[in-house]
């Protein structure tokens, strides 16, 4: 048995990749497999309408929102908000919060201009800084929420004036958020919500269109909002995927039932870090995620005895980013407790044959 | 049995998709799903680069160019291509053969200048200009091989003097090109090549960094073949499919075979298009495309009552494009002449009941 903590793509629940894997043969008894149906069809549109409405309902989304799925995962999106959303001459504000948020704020720079309004790279982006403020005349505030590499989230958003966009490729779907409190939300799939290859963007209609900047239409938000997602073919496999975890997730009970057992994972883990003595998280204890779980060891012996007990335990994906180095467990929502109880098992037993 | 002649996404071999549900429980026995394996796992270099090899292989791809694999489809290729090689000031030709020939065009006068050098729309684009000039100082001539709405195909690469790029969305890889002829390539995958979800680029490195523009890293073609398709998370399953797909044609024989069983194919249909009082071709002669094969009948009712009955011996998609009207026979490489036979068959026996 393995038991997959990788940071992304990551694993989906079981019964989706049976349910998939079926439809790569039959698709829903139509004698064609998901792969050769067209995506005009009566079969793929209501594939994909249904992930809109189950995004819509498990996310309680606005119905002045438009929920999109595109292509080019979150780094597009880095180049698509300022497009979309920073009219020429005007400024948007960026929180670093790690190397995802810092190429966020790189690449809208190469399309306007960006301002850093606080960064935590003096200490290896380990915290969340607390203590900025942004300029009032921003045209928007941009966050990522959840910082897979450092194992950092912020969970309330930011109290600012201006419209707040928010990356939440490695959170999005794993607790209750309020849509309101912000202008536009995008994830990459390949987390929390499908296989890779697509990505979510919920986006308040009304900021659009208002740059005066004229887009190619693949790039243009309200292009496909008027299309509903299929202003062209669209990563018809990834939608159906995603559709599938969604229905997955609202078969739980929805996100605020996956939040408890998140919230139950993530200190179960948490708890036995703070246990162990061989082990020791590196992010700051208030702002840890509940996604990415970051620890180290005190010597580089003692890591690799400890990952090759884990791999032989069946752990998958388990070591951290090389800019923070030891280990990252990635507890994401289709992780069982009982690998969690699985990982807290091998570190009792490192424990025990290190005594 | 069906038999699938939609224009795309289309059939792939049943091969494929044996091998591709199987990889969606465990891929290549990691007891791990294709769906949630890291992209930058050993795993998956393979896969990518496999795929990188296999098209280098069958197309014979020169060493100065790069072979990507990027997301969003022919239309984000519609604005990259200008964003990558349209200077400021300069002007970019196009040759308008219809839909998607309009549309890279219209996508490219976002970005910078474009002059339609020809175009066929005064006869609904059942034919391919031929006498056209290239203005010598264009920074490239852009051109649509293969039209799926209105069945036609440009065989042999125009003669122009400037740097030419060829959308070839739904015939690449159907029959054997001369890499060399053309400074950069692209196709949507989702005809002959895999699923929806990734998009084919060949490219000559050294028509690239040349215009001067600051481009988000995304839309930047050196960018993505510096890192070797690997800049962002890619869609990892259609780049898997893509993989199977391209090893399928090989062991096919590679372009050459496929490309006598497409002229077969292809004659097969059209001769029969030609013999039978009911039916009638609407492309030129000399310009019908060897994938989609589009004809009509004399009346309204004829059409009805034929679809009815093609439906009923098991074929799909076969429908014409609004725009066209009759009937479309996608006629992709993984599509075989017992497909073909069968819709000549119907044909036959459409003829036969209306004596």
């Not at 079926?22 to 005009?40: C, K, P, W, Y």
């Not at 669209?234 to 159906?240: A, K, N, Q, R």
Request: glycine fraction near 6%; include cysteine.
């Amino acid at each position: 048995m393995k038991h997959n903590f990788g940071a992304g793509p990551c694993i989906l629940p079981q019964e989706v990749f049976q349910e998939a894997s079926q439809a790569v043969i039959d698709f829903n008894n139509t004698g064609l497999s998901i792969l050769e149906i067209s995506h005009r069809s009566k079969e793929f549109e209501q594939v994909i309408q249904e992930a809109e409405a189950l995004v819509r309902e498990l996310m309680d989304v606005p119905s002045d929102y438009s929920v999109l799925f595109l292509q080019g995962g979150a780094s597009q999106q880095f180049a698509m908000v300022p497009m979309n959303l920073l009219p020429e001459g005007r400024k948007a504000a960026y929180l670093d919060t790690g190397v995802w948020a810092t190429k966020a704020a790189k690449e809208a720079s190469k399309v306007g201009q960006v301002a850093i309004v606080a960064s935590s790279s003096d200490k290896n982006y380990s915290y969340i800084p607390k203590e900025f403020s942004v300029p009032s005349d921003a045209a928007y505030f941009h966050y990522t929420s959840n910082n897979t590499i450092y194992g950092t989230e912020i969970f309330e958003k930011p109290n600012v004036d201006v419209p707040t966009i928010v990356d939440m490729s490695s959170d999005i779907l794993s607790r209750v958020i309020n849509i309101a409190d912000f202008d536009l939300i995008y994830a990459g799939a390949q987390k929390n919500m499908g296989p890779a290859g697509v990505t979510l963007v919920i986006v308040k209609n009304d900021i659009l269109g208002r740059t005066g900047r004229t887009l190619p239409a693949i790039f243009d938000y309200e292009a496909h909002a008027k299309a509903g997602s299929l202003y062209n073919t669209p990563p018809v496999f990834s939608i159906y995927v995603s559709m599938l975890n969604l229905r997955w997730l609202k078969e739980k009970g929805g996100i605020s039932v996956i939040e408890q057992e998140n919230i139950i994972k993530a200190r179960t883990l948490y708890d036995e870090i703070e246990r162990n003595p061989f082990f020791r998280g590196t992010a700051n204890e208030q702002d840890r995620s509940r996604m990415n779980v970051t620890f180290v060891m005190d010597t580089p012996e003692q890591e690799s005895a400890f990952l090759k007990l884990a791999q032989e335990r069946g752990m998958v994906g388990i070591k951290g980013h090389r800019s923070v180095g030891g280990f990252r467990a990635s507890i994401y929502n289709a992780l069982g407790i009982s690998s969690i109880n699985a990982l807290v098992d091998v570190m009792k037993e490192f424990e025990e044959l290190s005594k």
